[in-house]
């Protein structure tokens, strides 16, 4: 799908705000990443901020952003809203303005926001809960459909359920990065570990908070956190195993991220060795990091030996 023109923007601003902004430009970089386009617009000397999705069915994450400001978190005002409003019958939203610095972390440097202040609001986010079924909450919570992976289903009763294991080792297997007994143990393993993922907590989770944060450019300190597409109900240890991936597991460790803090000021005392966090370890490899990482590239070579070695662990249990 296209990149919207300055004028589709414009249109669609001034449907969102009942009246045609005095100013717009484009934004980059683009305040929340890749699934969005985003445009600054002033009514008079207001600067506001308008997203338009990238494509029909990705949410904004509307309820997950109200949800975090009644509870007093860091998130911009969100001024309008369209469910279908776009140029190609997308999501949009205009937000109050924050200034600040995206978080644009490049390879070898310090990380650029304080690791405790990061595990204190995400703890704040995993303490809030959820009455309804596990999955992603999108916009409307009578219609969710939104999955970012064809192997994670987007609502459902059980967290168990969330999980599409089968469908991801045949995959898996037809691609030759398993072997058939590997793919069968795979595939067992939500009704293997059900037990344990039943008994998790229903709560908010970002999913993909480390890159959508808005930061003071002086002092560092956490603005505004950004992009509530991918924000679920489920099991904050999913959440902590992703953060336990890209800044602990990581073949080649290139964001220097001080682990021991952030857990210190988040307050977890998780394995993520224990048997819950090797099976989410091996869901992030198999739904999203192999699926979109060149089997042969070292990279891709490491992600299939790491997933082989974590079945290998429930093989001999």
Not at 67 to 87: D, H, K, Q, W, Y
Request: proline share 8%; net charge negative; hydrophobic share 35%.
């Amino acid at each position: 799908m296209s990149e919207p023109t300055l004028e589709e923007a414009l249109s669609t601003a001034e449907k969102l705000l009942s009246r045609c902004p005095d100013r717009i430009e484009r934004f980059y970089p683009s305040r929340g990443g890749s699934d969005s386009y985003s445009f600054r617009l002033w009514l008079a000397s207001d600067p506001m901020l308008l997203k338009i999705m990238r494509r029909p069915g990705n949410p904004v994450g509307v309820y997950f952003h109200s949800r975090l400001r009644n509870a007093g978190l860091p998130v911009p005002e969100l001024i309008a809203f369209s469910g279908t409003g776009g140029p190609f019958g997308q999501a949009c939203s205009v937000w109050e303005w924050v200034e600040g610095q995206p978080v644009n972390w490049r390879k070898r440097e310090p990380c650029p926001f304080d690791e405790a202040e990061f595990g204190e609001l995400l703890r704040r986010i995993h303490e809030l809960t959820f009455d309804g079924p596990f999955g992603f909450l999108g916009d409307d919570l009578s219609h969710r459909s939104f999955s970012w992976s064809p192997d994670i289903r987007p609502a459902c009763e059980k967290w168990s359920e969330h999980f599409d294991c089968r469908a991801a080792a045949q995959r898996l297997l037809e691609k030759g990065y398993l072997e058939p007994g590997e793919a069968d143990i795979f595939a067992s393993l939500p009704e293997r570990l059900n037990h344990e993922l039943d008994a998790a907590p229903c709560r908010l989770l970002h999913t993909d908070l480390r890159n959508n944060l808005m930061l003071d450019p002086a002092t560092g300190r956490i603005r505004s956190m950004l992009d509530y597409t991918e924000s679920t109900a489920g099991d904050p240890r999913w959440e902590l195993a992703l953060i336990d991936f890209r800044f602990a597991d990581r073949l080649v460790h290139y964001l220097p991220f001080d682990m021991n803090r952030f857990r210190a000021a988040y307050g977890t005392t998780h394995n993520p060795r224990d048997a819950l966090g090797r099976f989410y370890l091996a869901a992030i490899l198999a739904f999203d990091e192999l699926p979109n990482c060149h089997p042969t590239s070292l990279s891709g070579k490491w992600q299939i030996v790491m997933l082989k070695s974590v079945l290998d662990t429930f093989s001999r249990e």
